[in-house]
């Protein structure tokens, strides 16, 4: 059956990431009803962005599709956790699918869900995912299907950052037993998850409603109040992400480097709080020599958070505050990586 494929994968709230050895993928953490009628229609026509998956008598859209065309649509997860396993693991065979073209594929799949995430969800994951799965995907776009058997060997899921950590310190070539505290900022959610003697500790991990949604709702009312327009939130994401210094509102040029800057400050403090909080709970031999931020927040809140770790002495060495190259991807690439240790 030829080699058998190891996919690394982080569930996050917003988008979720795969990884296998020169493939990622990155798509919108959605599932969404069919709306028949606009097939063919689309410009893309690639399987990521036209993903229908069906599953017995159902159809579902997932990803940009859902995002696009679905009229009912759910996000997988909000407040920091998978809503429920059976739609994650429908989203998850899915995305599977995305990179399998083999009937009969062997594949190792480890993945990364919320940190706040029940290990009830979590359990029943693992075990649906384990097994033969039967994938059948469409492309809404071209009409072309695939059908496939999928022998799924292994299912690890584990909590999100737990990823970057173990790509990290492999990196680093250090062992996976040093004391670190991750703080991994998504979109709606920030999680804090700290490693004592090699394994999660639960009392001084979490996570917090502070994230980058946090900044672009602070900063359309800010904007708000100083043009007299409506600002979107979600339209300020667009600009986050492309690091732009200014705005177009009502056809005027407003700079938002000052006030991305404050707020971004502020909240980023708010998280270093928690992070202090959370790591009082360790017990006195705990040395914590790494703090790693990792997160599509981390382009925004990353370099506030060194230096409020750096001032407030968390740390004795400035190297000790990491900030992966791709911060968005590290946890799927860690669990990549774990899975090829299987
Ligand atoms: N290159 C970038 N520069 C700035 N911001 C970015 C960049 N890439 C992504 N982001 C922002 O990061 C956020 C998404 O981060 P991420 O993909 O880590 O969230 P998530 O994993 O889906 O959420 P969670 O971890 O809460 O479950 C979005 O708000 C996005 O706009
Ligand atoms: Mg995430």
């Known amino acids: 059956m030829g080699e058998r494929l190891c996919i690394g994968c982080d569930l996050g709230t917003s988008t979720i990431?795969?990884?296998?050895?020169?493939?990622?993928?990155?798509?919108p953490s959605l599932i969404g009803e069919p709306n028949p009628g606009w097939s063919?229609?689309?410009?893309?026509?690639?399987?990521?962005?036209?993903?229908?998956i069906t599953e017995g008598r159902?159809?579902?859209?997932?990803?940009?599709?859902?995002?696009?065309?679905?009229?009912?649509?759910?996000?997988?997860?909000?407040?920091?956790?998978?809503?429920?396993?059976?739609?994650?693991?429908?989203a998850l065979k899915a995305a599977l699918?995305?990179?399998?073209?083999?009937?009969?594929?062997?594949?190792?799949?480890?993945?990364?869900?919320?940190?706040?995430?029940?290990?009830?969800?979590?359990?029943?994951?693992?075990?649906?995912?384990?097994?033969?799965?039967?994938?059948?995907?469409?492309?809404?776009?071209?009409?072309?299907?695939?059908r496939l058997n999928v022998n799924i060997e292994k299912c690890l899921v584990l909590p999100e950052?737990?990823?970057?950590?173990?790509?990290?310190?492999?990196?680093?070539?250090?062992?996976?037993?040093?004391?670190?505290?991750?703080?991994?900022?998504?979109?709606?959610?920030?999680?804090?998850?700290?490693?004592?003697?090699g394994r999660p500790m639960r009392t001084a991990s979490g996570s917090m409603r502070e994230a980058t949604d946090t900044l672009t709702n602070r900063m359309a009312s800010a904007l708000q109040e100083k043009t007299n327009q409506i600002v979107k939130p979600f339209d300020l994401m667009t600009i986050i992400r492309q690091q732009k210094e200014s705005v177009?509102?009502?056809?005027?040029?407003?700079?938002?480097?000052?006030i991305r800057e404050f707020y971004a400050k502020q909240i980023a403090k708010v998280m270093v709080d928690e992070v202090m909080r959370l790591i009082t709970t360790l017990p006195p031999d705990a040395f914590v020599e790494y703090y790693i931020i990792c997160g599509g927040g981390a382009?925004?809140?990353?370099?506030?958070?060194?230096?409020?770790?750096?001032?407030?002495?968390?740390?004795?060495?400035?190297?000790?505050?990491?900030?992966?190259?791709?911060?968005?991807?590290?946890?799927?690439?860690?669990?990549?990586?774990?899975?090829q240790s299987q």
């Open 299 to 339: 382009y925004t809140f990353g370099e506030a958070i060194k230096e409020a770790i750096i001032e407030g002495h968390l740390v004795t060495s400035d190297e000790s505050v990491i900030i992966p190259e791709d911060p968005v991807i590290s946890n799927a690439r860690g669990f990549e990586l774990i899975a």
């Open 161 to 197: 950052p737990y990823g970057t950590y173990y790509s990290t310190l492999k990196e680093k070539g250090e062992e996976t037993a040093v004391d670190t505290v991750l703080v991994d900022i998504g979109h709606g959610s920030t999680d804090i998850l700290t490693m004592y003697q």
């Open 248 to 258: 177009l509102i009502g056809g005027q040029t407003y700079s938002i480097k000052s």
């Open 17 to 27: 990431k795969l990884s296998c050895g020169d493939t990622k993928f990155l798509i």
């Open 58 to 90: 159902d159809s579902y859209y997932i990803g940009e599709l859902a995002r696009m065309q679905s009229e009912v649509k759910r996000a997988l997860a909000s407040d920091g956790q998978m809503k429920s396993a059976e739609e994650t693991y429908i």
């Open 40 to 52: 063919g229609a689309s410009f893309d026509k690639s399987l990521e962005n036209n993903l229908v």
């Open 97 to 146: 699918g995305l990179f399998i073209d083999n009937d009969g594929q062997d594949v190792i799949v480890a993945t990364g869900v919320p940190v706040a995430t029940s290990m009830g969800v979590m359990k029943n994951l693992s075990k649906m995912l384990k097994g033969n799965l039967e994938i059948n995907v469409k492309n809404d776009a071209t009409g072309k299907t695939k």
